[in-house]
């Protein structure tokens, strides 16, 4: 058996050569030439079987016409693992129309002696070569180990841990300045004017001062506390507000006095009034009194006004001494205050009705009120300098020539008394007389405005 190269037999090389006298060799060589691929084709094929790789040798013969057909060549052993031969392939189509490669060119032949013969007719063509059978099935898969464990993967990314504690040393000398940086841009553009803001405190101020004296003489004292309300008329009052708002008050009586009159009028500036005998020339002060006809002792305002002036705030100042009793010495008791309560009434007129009355014609006065109940202490006497001040803020009252009401250009000041006098300097006292008293009003005026305040 050869398993190492190609083998193939000729049968009667006569019949295929037509009994021309040729070197056999030659015939096998040219045969061999011709037939080498397709022998390659056929010839042997690799099989696999665990890893192993063997040939299967095949032979071939050529019969009459170059037919081939197929020679088994035993081997020995068979090949471990090698699966089944597969079947049969189909019949190959006829190979008439198929032209065979040239093989290749052949050994030279043995130098004949003869002469050449005639050249031979050419032989039909062979069948042609049958299709190549199926792929045999796929061995059993083999059972391999399995493989070890691959190799552990990288470490992860832990969290960063805390920062550890500043490191103890001196801390290190400040740096130098840096540079000063580029100018910025200029800023933008002018915003618009704010509006006008609210008015603030009075601008302008004035005062509007009234006052009078009660002077005795060396014969004879002032009117008591009993005798002036018997002539002017009286008041009283329950509240504690200093300066009521009229119009709010209800616990506030007046009367009339003698001769119709009611009250009397403060004097612009200061005045003083002396008594000399035992008449009542007082009347001469009193408020529509008819046995003694007077007019108002009012102040007339300078200004505007333009409903912008307006006096917002009174001040009063009270004086008084007298006797303890008939037999002491005259002026030995001080009164802080006056020794009956007081009761101001501040108006702006211009016109009057008959003996100067007035009652209808300002509807809006300003009030203040002074006696034990409004200020702690008052009326009380006792043998050192007192006296009292008391200030109080109003309501607004409008003055001057050019207002609303047209009638606010002079401002004068009314005064009721109390005909009892404070129960607390009767309790030190019960005998006292008055022999001498002060009161002076001041009216604090004010306008925001300049117009207010200018006269034309």
């Known amino acids: 058996m050869v398993l190492d190269q190609k083998h193939f037999a000729v049968k009667n090389p006569t019949e295929c050569c037509n009994d021309i006298s040729i070197d056999i060799a030659s015939v096998v060589a040219e045969i061999e030439d011709e037939l080498a691929q397709l022998i390659d084709s056929i010839g042997f094929d690799i099989i696999d079987y665990q890893g192993f790789n063997y040939r299967n040798i095949q032979d071939i013969t050529i019969g009459p016409e170059l037919k081939v057909s197929q020679v088994e060549i035993d081997a020995t052993g068979s090949a471990p693992g ?81 920062t550890g504690p500043t490191g103890i040393g001196e801390t290190g000398p400040t740096g130098r300045d840096g540079p000063t940086g580029n100018t910025g841009p200029a800023g933008g553009p002018t915003g618009d004017t704010g509006s006008t803001g609210p008015a603030g405190p009075g601008l302008w101020v004035d005062n509007y001062t009234f006052g009078i004296s009660f002077a005795g003489s060396k014969n004879f004292s002032i009117k008591d506390n009993g005798e002036l309300p018997g002539l002017f008329g009286t008041f009283s009052y329950g509240g504690n507000t200093l300066c009521p708002i009229p119009g709010t008050v209800t616990d506030l009586e007046v009367t009339q ?64 001494i007298g006797r303890s009793s008939p037999t002491a010495a005259r002026g030995n008791v001080t009164v802080k205050g006056w020794s009956c309560g007081v009761f101001l009434e501040v108006l702006a007129i211009c016109e009057v009705e008959t003996f100067g009355v007035f009652e209808n014609l300002d509807l809006n006065p300003l009030w203040m009120i002074l006696n034990e109940n409004t200020i702690q202490n008052y009326g009380i006497g006792g043998s050192g300098a007192d006296g009292i001040c008391a200030c109080c803020k109003t309501e607004r009252k409008v003055i001057g020539c050019k207002t609303e009401q047209k009638s606010n250009q002079a401002i004068c000041v009314r005064v009721r008394t109390t005909e009892n006098t404070i129960p607390a300097l009767t309790a030190q006292f019960p005998q006292y007389t008055p022999e001498a008293r002060t009161i002076s009003v001041t009216l604090h005026t004010a306008s925001t405005i300049e117009s207010a305040i200018i006269l034309d």
Do not use: H, K
């Not at 050449?116 to 045999?136: E, L, Q, V, W, Y």
């Not at 009347?283 to 333009?306: A, F, W």
């Open 82 to 162: 090698s699966g089944a031969t597969g079947p049969t392939g189909a019949t190959g189509t006829d190979g008439s129309s198929i032209l065979g490669p040239t093989g290749s060119t052949g050994p030279s032949g043995i130098t004949a002696s003869g002469s050449t013969g005639p050249t031979g007719n050419t032989g039909p063509i062979g069948p042609g070569a049958g299709d190549t059978g199926s792929t045999g099935p796929v061995g059993p898969t083999g059972d391999g180990d399995t493989g070890s464990t691959g190799p552990t993967g990288a470490t992860g990314i832990g969290d960063t841990g805390s």
């Open 257 to 320: 006095g003698a001769d119709n009159c009611a009250g009397f009028w403060l004097v612009p500036g200061m005045e003083t009034f002396c008594q000399l005998n035992g008449d009542n020339d007082v009347l001469q002060y009193g408020v529509g009194c008819t046995t003694y006809p007077n007019m108002p002792r009012y102040q007339t305002v300078g200004y505007n006004g333009d409903d912008n002036l307006f006096i917002d705030g009174i001040s009063v100042s009270l004086c008084e």
